[in-house]
């Protein structure tokens, strides 16, 4: 994964919920994602670890995209991961890019349920949200407030293939190549869809932020 | 902050993975792994064998295709009423001027908009489609190994690099997957014709010459073009499910995906005649009520879909000029609303 790289405050905190992976005793005798994938071809069981490894970022992923269904779709997407573990190739691409991109065609069945939580978050954000006594950060919290309504009505106006670029580049972290690896398009096609998803999400968030699009290039 | 940190610091919030949900998905990965259970086929309820049965096959080719679109387990509650607004269908973005020969398009598309304008002609001899989209195509001739590549050549549309392609492939005629194949050479065409626009032109017979096709290709102009088959009415919250060959259009409850309005033009040999409509078809769970549409009489069923415990309405009516159009819609339409919703069908062929 070369080049994505926003700033550092842009960066997601660790999940919550880590995965509960042993790799604290014993990290250097632990066997590689790829390892893991292979090993699964002749013994199935060893693709379990996968899943300790992997869920709670695929659920997140999901779960931004369509909330709760995301507890359904985690499983969908593992049972067709196992299912193609004999197609995975290593020198292509990397496990946790390749579950997202799983993820993304789970996704696709319910295009219709992502649109719909958008549209509900994006009327939700317009109401007053209720805070704790801490007021830190609440200049933070009133600029993510500001967007959020924005955010939900452009995610939900973006046409499918682009919303899938943009959100495999901004909350799965993959790179151009990556995102072209999992959805198997020319990788030109991934810089157009994320141009176009960009742009319109530029366009969605107008005076909500004052975007600095020399924030990041690629 | 720039868009993609806005989506990262204000974009939508996952719910938490809970250990239930954790559990009972590590739970159904393991039970795959351990290894598949006995085989498990569906077999139709005796009751839907004999509906089977009793059918006509193109209605139960209708019923099927609208059976098989719809995964079983989406969210939401089917409507149990509608109300109906004024719906404007998607248009296709470009037109030919001149138009080749007079040929009349069929489109198809779907919730995106209108993305296929087929032209042929009649005798299915000579034509043409084209496809429009915001990508340069995924799939290119030489990407299917039942195509045989013979030319590819760099050549240029209004000033503009583009990609030709000769080859030759399969075409079927027959009822059954390879089925009175004879092979058939065409001439693809791709280029960037804007920002966010992408052309590919796939022609045959007489269209397939280079020079012609080229002169096809610059002929295009940014002029939408009505769809072919056309509803000016919809149930609020519903939209557009996919539109094919300019013969069959499927409208999709956003709320619950498994309910479908679809409207079809049978080919004329599949229409029913009118004092057999009820006979014919799948499930009827009423008398065959005599309407008139358009001014014409058409023909109205109350029906058990066998789906979902889903009821609904299948109607066989006709256009002014005598074409007949098939409208399925589930029971949440009144009666009423089914007439009303006929009325308001167009077909441009």
Known sequence: MSGLRVHSAARRPPDPTPDPVRLQALPSALPTDTELITRSVTDPGQFTALFDRHASTVHRYLGRRVGDLADDLLSETFLIAFRRRAAYRPEHVEVRPWLLGIATHVVHGHQRAERRRYRVLAKAAGQPEEHGADPADAADRLDAQALRGPLAVALAALKPRDRDALLLLAWGDLSYEEIATVLDVPVGTVRSRLHRARRQTRTALGDASPLDVSEETR | ?349
Request: glycine share 8%.
């Open chain 2, 1 to 349: 902050m720039n868009e993609l940190t806005a989506l990262r610091e204000a974009g939508p919030e996952a719910p938490a993975l809970s250990p239930a949900a954790r559990s009972a998905a590590r739970a159904a990965l393991l039970a795959e792994v351990a290894g598949p259970a006995p085989a498990r086929r569906r077999r139709p309820s005796r009751r839907t064998t004999l509906r089977l049965g009793a059918a006509g096959l193109a209605v139960a080719a209708a019923w099927t295709a609208a059976v098989v679109i719809a995964a079983p387990d989406g969210p939401g509650t089917p409507a149990s009423s509608v109300t109906l607004v004024d719906f404007t269908m998607p248009t296709f973005p470009l037109s030919f001027d001149p138009v080749p020969d007079g040929l009349r398009p069929a489109f198809g598309g779907g919730s995106d908009g209108a993305t296929i304008a087929a032209y042929d002609d009649p005798a299915g001899q000579d034509g043409f489609t084209v496809y429009v989209g915001d990508d340069e195509p995924d799939q290119r001739p030489d990407d299917a190994a039942e195509n045989d590549v013979s030319a590819t050549e760099e050549v240029t549309v209004d000033g503009t690099d583009a990609e030709l392609v000769r080859y030759s492939r399969d075409w079927c005629v027959g009822d059954a997957p390879g089925e009175d194949c004879s092979r058939r050479s065409y001439t693809w065409l791709t280029w960037q014709r804007s920002d966010d626009q992408w052309v590919t032109i796939d022609a045959y017979g007489r269209y397939a010459g280079r020079d012609r096709l080229l002169q096809i290709a610059g002929s295009l102009v940014d002029r939408p073009q009505p769809a072919t088959l056309d509803v000016g009415l919809a149930p609020a919250g519903w939209s557009v499910r996919a539109f094919k060959a300019g013969r069959v259009l499927t409208l999709v409850n956003d709320a619950y995906e498994q309910q479908e309005v679809t409207v079809h033009i049978p080919l004329p040999e599949d229409v029913i005649p009118a004092d057999q409509v009820r006979s014919s078809i799948m499930g009827p769970i009423g008398p065959q009520l005599d309407v008139t549409v358009h001014g014409r009489p058409a023909q109205l069923v109350l029906v058990d879909t066998g789906y979902l415990d889903q009821r609904g309405w299948y109607l066989q009516a006709q256009f002014t000029d005598g074409t007949t159009f098939v409208l399925q819609v589930p029971d949440a339409f009144t009666q009423d609303q089914v007439l009303e919703f006929a009325e308001q069908v167009t077909h441009r062929p």
